[in-house]
Each structure stands twice: as structure tokens, then as C-alpha cells.
């Protein structure tokens, strides 16, 4: 394949692998040369937004429960926060798990893993910054309703009981379909919409753990004294994380490298030109 063919944007309605690669990873170049200041504030309202899958979620909860379709039917309101969060362009971790990844396999140079580095810890420490935010206001005011806090906390309950190891795999689904998500989204046009509630429905409906909302549904146990905050943090955050992040990097994105390398010599002198011009640009 000509590097014209590879690096082309292209009239075609349907991407081919090695083009969908470079437009996703030309976001990750782009995130990480982000200042960190602006990274930390979008990853605070992305925490913020995404808060809101838990209230709606619950909300849907409390008029459903007691119809057997009430939890296909709660599990739509799940879907509200990742739809707020990736139209708004914010800062989610588990869409980190693959973007910037992917230009970093391509050039594993000692910058862009610092810099890999870089954005996953300021968009996990400041997505559970807003998620700890959002669940005090949950706890200590009347932002929701006395009915749709208690189904808030039944909800994270659920999430809370989950072992170390259960948590894990059931992380493992929620960053695989985010990453998949984020890769179909150079190719997906004005059906984008649909596709971001599609794919969040199914982690809702298949009681998947992701680690921002689940940080939500910690930080509320906590913020209500409902549970030990270190222990849960440890006991179902982290396992989350790992799932995530081993869905959304290890079985995605080293995949999505595996299957193109061999066409991306191209690629690789494409994504380090456009690396090194961001660097020279800031």
C-alpha cells in the first residue's frame, strides 16, 4: 500500500484499518500534548457529567423496579453520562486506555511513555476528583430526590459486594467496547450517537464495572458512611481499573497494532512527523 493510500483523509464513507489507526492516534497525539492544566480541568467535568449515568440510571430504577423489564429499562438511563462526556470532548479515562496508546506502540520512544503516563494520571486522579464531588452533593443535599438516592445506593451496593477478582472481569468488557467505541468513531459519521448509546447499553445491561462510574458508586457508600473508603477503593476500584485497562490497551489496542503493523511502515514515519510538529508547535 503507497503511504498516499495510508495517510490519505479521504472522500470514502468506509475507513480501512491503517486509516482508522492514524485518526485515532493523531487524537492521542493531540492529547498528549495537551497541558496538563487543561487535561485536569477537562477531566473534571468529565467526572462531573458521567456522574449523572448513576442518577438517571437510578432514577429509572425507582419507577421500574417492579416490572420484569426493569432492569433492561433503568439500564438505558446509564447510557446519559458517557453521551455527555464524549460529545463534550471531555477527558474520560477508559478512552485513554486507547488513544494515546496507539500512537505510542507505533513510536515507543521514552517522550510519548512519559507522556502516555501523563495523561492517564491526570484523567484518572481528576475524573474521581469530580466523581467524589458529585457524589457528596448526592449525599449531603437535596440534588436528587430522598427516592433516587436510596436506589442510588442499592445500585452501588450491587457494585460494592463484587470480590477483587469478580471486578476485574467484569472490567475487562467495559474497555474492550469503550476502545472499540473510540476506534469506530472516524468512520461512524452521524451514527456516532447511536453507536456511544449502543455500546454504553451493554455494559449497562451486562452489569460490566467501569472505573469512573464505579468510583461514583464508591465514593457515595462512603460519603454516607455505608462503607470503609480505603477498602473499597482497594477492593473494587483497583481490580476495575485493571480490567479496564487490560481490555481497553492489552486486547484492544495492542490487537489494533498487531493486525496493521505490517502496513503501517508508512504509518509510523506519518504519526512521528505530526508528533514531533505538535512538540515544535507548543
Known amino acids: 500500500m503507497e503511504e498516499q493510500q495510508i495517510i490519505e483523509e479521504g472522500e470514502s464513507e468506509s475507513l480501512s484499518a491503517p486509516e482508522i489507526y492514524i485518526e485515532v492516534a493523531r487524537e492521542g497525539i493531540e492529547e498528549m500534548h495537551r497541558p496538563s492544566v487543561s487535561l485536569f480541568w477537562s477531566a473534571i467535568a468529565a467526572g462531573f457529567l458521567i456522574s449523572f449515568s448513576l442518577v438517571l440510571k437510578a432514577a429509572l430504577h425507582v ?10 429499562i433503568e439500564s438505558l438511563g446509564y447510557t ?10 471531555l477527558q474520560l479515562f477508559t478512552e485513554n486506555t486507547i488513544t494515546p496508546v ?23 486522579s481528576a475524573n474521581f476528583i469530580g466523581t467524589a464531588i458529585m457524589a457528596l452533593m448526592f449525599a449531603t443535599t437535596p440534588i436528587v430526590t430522598p427516592e433516587t438516592l436510596d436506589a442510588m445506593l442499592y445500585i452501588s451496593n450491587k457494585v460494592a459486594e463484587m470480590s477483587f477478582m469478580e471486578s476485574l472481569i467484569k472490567g475487562l468488557p467495559s474497555g474492550l467496547l469503550i476502545a472499540a467505541l473510540v476506534w469506530m468513531r472516524p468512520s461512524s459519521g452521524e451514527s ?20 469512573v462510574v464505579g468510583s461514583c458508586e464508591i465514593f457515595l457508600l462512603a460519603w454516607t458512611g455505608e462503607g470503609a473508603i480505603g477498602e473499597m477503593m482497594l ?6 481499573l485493571i480490567g479496564n485497562v487490560i481490555g481497553g490497551t492489552v486486547l484492544f489496542a495492542v490487537i489494533a497494532w498487531a493486525q496493521i503493523r505490517r502496513e503501517l511502515k508508512a504509518t509510523v514515519t506519518k504519526l512521528r512527523e505530526e508528533a514531533d510538529f505538535e512538540h515544535t508547535r507548543i
Open 102 to 124: 496507539l500512537p505510542t506502540i507505533a513510536v515507543p520512544s521514552a517522550k510519548n511513555i512519559g507522556n502516555l503516563s501523563r495523561v492517564w494520571g491526570i484523567s484518572l
Open 63 to 72: 419507577e421500574t423496579n417492579d416490572i420484569p423489564a426493569g432492569h433492561a
Open 235 to 240: 477492593g473494587n476500584v483497583l481490580p476495575t
Open 80 to 89: 446519559i453520562g458517557f453521551i455527555l462526556v464524549i460529545y463534550c470532548r
Open 192 to 211: 456516532f450517537l447511536g453507536l456511544i448509546f449502543l455500546v454504553t447499553y451493554v455494559i449497562a445491561i451486562g452489569d460490566f464495572t467501569h472505573v
